[in-house]
């Protein structure tokens, strides 16, 4: 996926319970077997264990990618005659901080500017992370992202831990990065080098290389 339409697929997410702002974090869309998803950090959804967790969701969708100080908030309720409508880890949801929810992708997109990432644009198992590699978080740090045209800040980051094995055993990898609070839940993709072409002595721009997602950033910390 281009970082054009990374830019596209990626949204702010807020919390709410009763009507009050519980949480604020970044999310992004995946399609999977024809539906669309919101992915974001399990926390948001969940809250923790000291209050009632939030019933309401809102991310903010683009109404045109040509004028993008046109958007508007959508509300997804997290839970349907009392259950709740996100999906986690089946096995090991308390490890894994990140949630997917079903979303009406007919409906949205009639109205929005939606792109969103598939199976198709994760990294190819032929594609190499070494260490230190560059990759960029996609997300909305709170009071710091451009929220007049609803764009995203992107941070650096380098892989730290060796890719694509699970780190100390569990399900997740180590990135080194300055991340803020709000980016939870953003999409880590490969920075997409260019690739150039040589020929007779002259070389040309082909492809600027593709933005492969590598990973969600949790509001966890592995230490």
């Known amino acids: 996926m281009a970082l054009s339409d ?30 669309l998803h919101l992915v974001t950090s399990r926390l948001l959804v969940r809250g923790d264990s000291t209050g009632p967790s ?9 109404l045109d990618l040509q004028d993008m100080t046109e958007h508007e908030d959508v509300s997804v309720p997290l839970f349907d005659e009392g259950e709740q409508v996100w999906r986690e880890h089946p096995t090991r949801a308390d490890e894994v901080d990140v949630v997917t929810i079903p979303l009406d992708g007919d409906e949205l ?51 730290a831990s060796v890719y694509p094995i699970p780190f100390q055993g569990r399900p997740l990898g180590v990135i080194d990065a300055s991340l803020p609070l709000g980016t939870a839940g953003a999409p880590i993709v490969t920075k997409g080098a260019p690739v150039v072409r040589t020929q007779e002595g002259q070389s040309t721009l082909v492809d600027r290389g593709e933005n492969y997602l590598a990973g969600i950033h949790s509001a966890r910390s592995p230490f």
């Open 6 to 35: 990374v830019v596209a697929a990626v949204t702010p997410v807020r919390t709410y319970r009763a009507g009050t702002l519980h949480a604020q974090g970044s999310g992004f869309f995946y399609y999977y077997s024809g539906t």
């Open 54 to 62: 939030p019933d309401d969701l809102r991310i903010r969708l683009h």
């Open 109 to 159: 997109e009639q109205r929005y500017a939606i792109r969103a990432f598939s199976i198709l644009d994760q990294v190819p198992r032929d594609l190499e992370l070494p260490l230190g590699e560059d990759v960029l978080v996609v997300g909305f740090p709170v009071g710091m992202y451009d929220d007049v045209h609803n764009l995203p800040i992107i941070r650096s980051a380098s892989i």
